[in-house]
């Protein structure tokens, strides 16, 4: 159904002679008009029916059935100017369809044969009638009535039709694939680079600051987690001016994370790797809230040619995503997770399920969120959420500390390199760890309080151990969510010591670093966690010097602490507004 790799690819001249110069292997037309018509047949052979005439045996040229013509010597044929091996050319006859009972998802290629530059036309069978593959409408289009009497002219007609089945296949239970971590990449309150997070934790620092913007000047909290270096000058300057802050922190942590995956720079072109294998997915929950807030502002101060025309695609949550497959030629899928703060984790654990069960090989997942905006601070401030206190006399966060009293708002992006463990083994990666299971549940306590039970949070603890194959005594570690609030800090510690029981498993929480990165907590959090199984050491919590009598857990102060050798699960825990709870499992490898 396709040209013959032995068919010369030069011009077709035609030229008149007489039937007796033809010889194997010519392109004949038996007329001129013939010739216009780019009806061509390939010589096979000749034998000599009388002293005057010759017995010509012809056969499309693309492939079809033979068939013998009688010429005079003397008479005039037209010939192409181009020879082919008659070897290559293949004997095929299109089968009779009448029998046939035609389904939707059928196809059916149809081959002018006789023009030696033709292309198969494939058409697919939708709505009952048959479509070309480039895309008809859902009227119009030809019938099953068509298709028969093309297939039973076809041989006739110097054309080849073939009918492709669309395949029965049986339902079979899909394989689960272990998944594992190759890459990591964050951008935080710490500084730009895992290597600058990493450190900052393990030395017990922060990267809380005064918000000294004028911007900023008259709101009743003026501290945040923020980002110390401008995103926009990492990146090309046309290019960032088309992200939002968010997507350019996730852009940068994608970029870092791809890079000590051990793949190249530019993305999967360059690497190799099949584009529609890999997939994007990142937590967020507003995105950037500056530029809708700014694109309001515009349109008060200036009018409507005040507002610029990437207000909106910049605006939307699943701009990080989208940056993030532009910016590596990722076009297997680029999804965008919002629920509140769980929502790097949650995509996480989605990305894990779509290795696990072969959507994709390869996925970047975590969280990016840029909300450090007077709105959004003054919004949290009038909530009495947002802890107070001077950044310079330590960590206004203080999480399960019996002073605590809110939490900071933070910005960032923290993305893993998920792979099948198959695909990377098979490439020779450096594996962190298994992201081996995740958990998720819904307290539907309240709006934004947490069911102070802790029950939602233990459930979805329980489920990610469980999705682990694991159990809770394999347990070795829980970087857990605790944000500082009064009611948080306290749901979490009762739902950990429900679940784990009287077993002291060492326990950080690292927003006292960080302050709350929101929709990209669990990204930065989880990167946390696979260098805490990578390095075995556990980073202090930062900010609690005197824990609350109601929180009975073994929690990591002071200095680092070495993982425990007993057990292989670090658990990694998120829990947003309005009761959404994840939790994500990483097993480290023997």
């Known amino acids: 159904m396709t040209h013959s790799p032995e068919t010369p690819e030069v011009p077709i001249r035609p030229h008149q002679v007489t039937a007796a110069e033809v010889v194997p292997g010519d392109l004949l037309a038996l007329s001129p008009e013939d010739a216009t018509r780019r009806r061509w047949h390939v010589v096979l052979h000749t034998r000599p029916a009388s002293p005057e005439v010759i017995t010509f045996v012809l056969r499309p040229p693309l492939g079809g059935v033979d068939h013998e013509e009688e010429l005079r010597r003397e008479q005039r044929v037209t010939v192409a100017g181009r020879r082919l091996d008659v070897a290559a050319v293949p004997l095929v006859s299109s089968p009779p369809l009448d029998g046939v009972e035609f389904r939707d998802g059928d196809r059916v290629v149809c081959l002018r044969a006789v ?136 852009v940068l942590a994608a970029r870092e994370a791809w890079a000590d995956a051990g793949y190249a720079d530019g993305g999967t072109r360059e690497s190799g790797l099949d584009p529609e294998r890999v997939g994007v997915s990142l937590g967020a929950i507003l995105g950037d809230a500056s530029v809708l807030v700014g694109g309001d502002r515009k349109l008060r101060e200036k009018g409507p040619r005040g507002v610029s025309p990437l207000t909106t695609p910049m605006t939307v949550p699943s701009q990080a995503a989208s940056q993030v497959s532009l910016d590596l030629h990722i076009t297997g899928e680029a999804r965008t997770v919002t629920s509140a703060c769980a929502s790097g984790t949650e995509a996480i654990g989605q990305a894990v399920d779509r290795i696990r069960y072969g959507r994709v090989d390869v996925a970047l997942a975590g969280g990016a969120e840029a909300v450090v905006t007077p709105a959004i601070m003054a919004s949290f401030a009038a909530m009495r959420a947002l802890a107070e206190g001077d950044p310079a006399t330590g960590s206004p966060s203080r999480p399960f500390a019996k002073d605590r009293d809110g939490f900071v708002n933070a910005e960032g992006a923290g993305i893993l390199v998920l792979e099948s463990e198959e695909h990377a083994r098979a490439r020779g990666a450096r594996v962190y760890c298994e992201a081996a299971g995740w958990g998720l549940s819904a307290d539907a306590h309240h709006v934004a309080a947490p069911d102070p039970s802790g029950d939602g949070i233990a459930l979805a603890l329980r489920r990610a151990v469980r999705d682990a194959g694991g159990r809770v005594e394999d347990v070795v570690h829980v970087n857990a969510h605790a944000t500082a609030t009064v009611d948080g800090d306290l749901a979490e510690a009762r739902a950990l010591r429900g679940v784990l029981g009287r077993r002291e498993v060492p326990v950080t929480a690292l927003k006292g670093h960080l302050g709350h990165l929101q929709g990209a907590a669990g990204g930065v959090e989880a990167v946390a966690a696979v260098l805490t199984l990578h390095h075995g050491t556990v980073p202090p919590t930062v900010g609690c010097a005197d824990v609350d009598d109601a929180v009975d857990l073994d929690l990591v102060r002071g200095a680092p602490r070495a993982l425990p050798a007993a057990g292989d699960l670090v658990l990694s825990n998120s829990f947003g507004f309005g009761g959404h709870n994840a939790v994500l499992a990483l097993r480290r490898l023997g």
């Not at 480039?134 to 009918?163: F, I, K, L, Q, Y």
């Not at 918000?211 to 709101?219: C, I, K, P, Q």
């Open 115 to 250: 023009d030696p530059q033709a292309e198969p036309v494939t058409r697919v069978r939708r709505w009952g009638a048959w479509h070309r593959d480039s895309g008809e409408a859902p009227e119009g289009g030809a019938t099953d009535a068509d298709v028969r009497r093309w297939a039973a002219e076809a041989d006739r007609a110097g054309n080849v039709v073939r009918h492709e089945a669309r395949p029965v296949r049986e339902a079979e239970p899909a394989g689960v694939r272990r998944v594992v971590v190759t890459g990591l990449g964050a951008v935080s309150p710490l500084g730009v680079g895992t290597g600058e997070l990493w450190r900052g934790l393990v030395e017990g620092r922060h990267g809380i600051r005064e918000l000294t913007d004028e911007e900023f000047d008259g709101l009743p909290v003026r501290i945040a987690g923020t980002v110390p270096v401008d995103p926009a000058g990492l990146l090309p300057r046309q290019a960032a001016r088309r992200m939002n802050r968010a997507a350019q922190f996730a």
